[in-house]
């Protein structure tokens, strides 16, 4: 079967410019893809070639196996925010929303359900100018799901919302994934997407650096071990010696390299030592990132 999304091989020059460079991923349906990189990376452009916007250079982007333009029934297979979601800013959310699924052939009950879903029912009637960016972004998410579609595409949708902003997209997200639907959402933020993406694609100056489960880069980030101090560490160091675990120090403080500061804590509390600090070291994950992408390529945001 065909993967929800597939970039193969893709490449764009814009003049001297080479914006994405032979990137290839995959996207599957029932999960959270964060799509990863500085500012500049070449993120929305791949985004923009995906949907049919911008033409490669080379190479290719499908959306269930075919190209974008190739679609029969786009409305119903894949749902975009590029740009925060364009909007007259005069009319009612309402109304944006009844253009647009007039437009594609789509009833009004289906407006008043995605007001519902986005949690934007009661200001509906008001004008769309007038909405917060939260607001906007959750009209934007509904007017990519109007037609049902099994694959969204999500350009930076958490820029500039607060954190409950955040949370709530983040929920949202991960129930869309839970129906079946594959989601691909870009940020320039590794944090941004901890504990809503499933897998991350990071990408610097449009080349592909890493592509795996979000667990794994995340543990890479953990991996430094951990230090603890306290009147029993000695004690507590000879035992993790004997499991095996690398351990070195002095009697009042150790490290401890292999193991995570939980494995720690449970054979602390399982022969009832005192310690007075248990501290996780090695890289943050803003250093993980930051070594992935060689520091940033396009400089701050
Ligand atoms: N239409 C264009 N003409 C010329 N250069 C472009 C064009 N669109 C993008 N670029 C360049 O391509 C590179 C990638 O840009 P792109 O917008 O895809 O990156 P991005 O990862 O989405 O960054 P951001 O997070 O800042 O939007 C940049 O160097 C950008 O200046």
Same mark, same amino acid.
Request: aromatic share 4%; no cysteine; proline share 5%.
């Given at each position: 079967?065909?993967?929800?999304?597939?970039?193969?091989?893709?490449?764009?020059?814009?003049?001297?410019?080479?914006?994405?460079?032979?990137?290839?991923?995959?996207?599957?349906?029932?999960?959270?893809?964060?799509?990863?990189?500085?500012?500049?990376?070449?993120?929305?452009?791949?985004?923009?070639?995906?949907?049919?916007?911008?033409?490669?250079?080379?190479?290719?982007?499908?959306?269930?196996?075919?190209?974008?333009?190739?679609?029969?029934?786009?409305?119903?297979?894949?749902?975009?925010?590029?740009?925060?979601?364009?909007?007259?800013?005069?009319?009612?959310?309402?109304?944006?929303?009844?253009?647009?699924?007039?437009?594609?052939?789509?009833?009004?009950?289906?407006?008043?359900?995605?007001?519902?879903?986005?949690?934007?029912?009661?200001?509906?009637?008001?004008? =769309?100018?007038?909405?917060?960016?939260?607001?906007?972004?959750?009209?934007?998410?509904?007017?990519?799901?109007?037609?049902?579609?099994?694959?969204?595409?999500?350009?930076?949708?958490?820029?500039?919302?607060?954190?409950?902003?955040?949370?709530?997209?983040?929920?949202?997200?991960?129930?869309?994934?839970?129906?079946?639907?594959?989601?691909?959402?870009?940020?320039?933020?590794?944090?941004?997407?901890?504990?809503?993406?499933?897998?991350?694609?990071?990408? =610097?100056?449009?080349?592909?650096?890493?592509?795996?489960?979000?667990?794994?880069?995340?543990?890479?980030?953990?991996?430094?071990?951990?230090?603890?101090?306290?009147?029993?560490?000695?004690?507590?160091?000879?035992?993790?010696?004997?499991?095996?675990?690398?351990?070195?120090?002095?009697?009042?403080?150790?490290?401890?390299?292999?193991?995570?500061?939980?494995?720690?804590?449970?054979?602390?509390?399982?022969?009832?030592?005192?310690?007075?600090?248990?501290?996780?070291?090695?890289?943050?994950?803003?250093?993980?990132?930051?070594?992935?992408?060689?520091?940033?390529?396009?400089?701050?945001?």
């Amino acid at each position: 079967m065909a993967h929800a999304i597939e970039v193969a091989g893709l490449t764009k020059h814009f003049g001297p410019v080479k914006a994405v460079d032979d990137l290839s991923f995959t996207v599957d349906e029932g999960r959270v893809t964060g799509f990863l990189g500085p500012n500049g990376a070449g993120k929305t452009t791949t985004l923009r070639m995906l949907l049919g916007l911008v033409n490669p250079t080379s190479g290719s982007a499908t959306v269930l196996g075919q190209p974008f333009p190739a679609l029969r029934d786009p409305v119903h297979t894949v749902g975009a925010v590029l740009d925060g979601g364009m909007l007259h800013p005069g009319r009612s959310g309402r109304n944006h929303l009844r253009t647009l699924a007039k437009a594609s052939g789509i009833g009004s009950q289906r407006v008043e359900e995605l007001l519902q879903l986005v949690a934007l029912a009661d200001a509906a009637h008001r004008r =769309a100018g007038g909405y917060s960016l939260g607001m906007r972004q959750r009209l934007g998410l509904a007017a990519a799901l109007l037609g049902d579609p099994k694959v969204l595409v999500l350009d930076e949708p958490a820029n500039g919302l607060d954190p409950q902003g955040i949370r709530w997209l983040r929920d949202f997200l991960r129930q869309l994934a839970s129906e079946g639907r594959a989601v691909l959402i870009s940020s320039h933020q590794l944090a941004e997407l901890g504990q809503t993406a499933d897998d991350v694609v990071v990408i =610097a100056k449009g080349r592909s650096v890493a592509q795996a489960p979000l667990q794994d880069i995340m543990s890479r980030a953990r991996g430094g071990g951990v230090r603890v101090a306290g009147p029993d560490v000695r004690r507590l160091g000879d035992i993790l010696y004997q499991a095996g675990a690398r351990v070195s120090g002095d009697p009042t403080q150790i490290t401890v390299a292999d193991r995570t500061g939980e494995e720690v804590g449970r054979v602390i509390a399982e022969h009832q030592l005192v310690i007075s600090e248990l501290v996780p070291i090695g890289a943050s994950l803003e250093d993980v990132y930051f070594e992935l992408t060689g520091g940033g390529a396009g400089g701050p945001s």
